[in-house]
């Protein structure tokens, strides 16, 4: 792989041993991907930081990185396995609680933002074209669809390599002609709300995973794209999607590639396959997966209040980024009074949830949905938050 004589001296170790074993992989990736040279990226993001998921490893390998790594660009990290700065309304053992401070604490010191979060296009708006490095596949689907910005999915010591030297390599989905639409799918019930949204995103990795998808499928609401690109990167590998009236990228439908169509028998389908509880079965309505940005806080209140709502006799969860802000924290015992716990800097899939004892609860994420079960033993119900505030407002 070519290099330039600053990559020459960071691989010599002229930078010092973290920046060196940075690029070291990235080289060794790179050249074993057939990538011609590097690249300048403008913000990395990694995934990979919770202490449930990385164990004591994770944790000594990325403290080990931050005696002496700096990051050298803008870099943010996902949610961490329990809420930062905030109690958890569910068993984090002590053990988990101190050895992810200490994750958190390591890559503050190497420079990460205090992100500790999912969303991480709410905190940087990525430009078209631009080069990234991240990891969180629904991130990743988000940056490249929503934003024409371009990012491969990145495993999380990748994207901690990528953040160190702020370089990656040349490959995938930063070409110019890897990013064209390889099939046109023609959604024939176009999804109303988030939850379809999600299950045509579910349909689309399930089926097209590997393939880079051209849809129509109307008007779209941000969330509902974001919804959509993360059920798709779960349930497959997709990692871009060319939405009309929505992507950068959209030239619209392309010519010569080959065409299939989703109709209601396929959201059906999906339906059947990630739902495994019902509405009155759920014990709590989890939103926030992908995060919310934390005005959604409002959105819940305004909601609650035009059903004539003032306390949910079963609890709302929401999950948003990073340590809450302090207007957020302040809104903490209002909101408790309500029955809404906030989850700052977390995520219930990377939790110990699974010690909650919790069996049946309700999710507007169909991301979420697939993976609570298989991670936690829970049941998941699909439905809006409108449907959880009109059943079980008091
Ligand atoms: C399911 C997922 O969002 C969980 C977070 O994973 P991690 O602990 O950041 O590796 C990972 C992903 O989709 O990339
Ligand atoms: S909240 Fe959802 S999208 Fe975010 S890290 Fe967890 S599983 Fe991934």
Known sequence: MYLTREEER???????????????????????????????????????????????????????????????????????????????????PREHVEKQARIVKALLRMGFEPSGTCIPYALRRPRPGEHLAWGESSAVAVANTLYGARTNREGGPVALAAALVGRTYLWGLHLEENRRPTITVRVETLPRGEVEAGLLGYMIGKLFSGELPYLDAGRLTKRQVIAMCAAAAASGSTAMCVVRHVSPEDQGPPGGVERAALGPDDLREAREEVESASLDEAELFFTGCPHHPEHVVNRVLELMEAHGVSRLRRPVWIAVPGRASRPLATLAGELARRNIRILPGTCLVVSTLGRSGLKAIATDSVKSAFYLPRRHGVRVALASLEDFVKAYGA
Request: no cysteine.
């Open 10 to 92: 960071i691989l010599k170790g002229e930078e010092g041993p973290a920046r060196q074993l940075a690029m070291k992989l990235l080289v060794r990736i790179g050249e074993a991907l057939g990538a011609e040279r590097l690249i300048r990226i403008s913000h990395a993001h990694v995934s990979g930081v919770s202490y449930s998921n990385i164990g004591d490893p994770g944790l000594e390998f990325i403290e080990g990185l931050a005696s002496g790594g700096r990051v050298a660009v803008y870099s943010t990290f996902n949610p961490a396995g329990a809420p930062l700065g905030m109690d958890p309304p569910y068993p984090v």
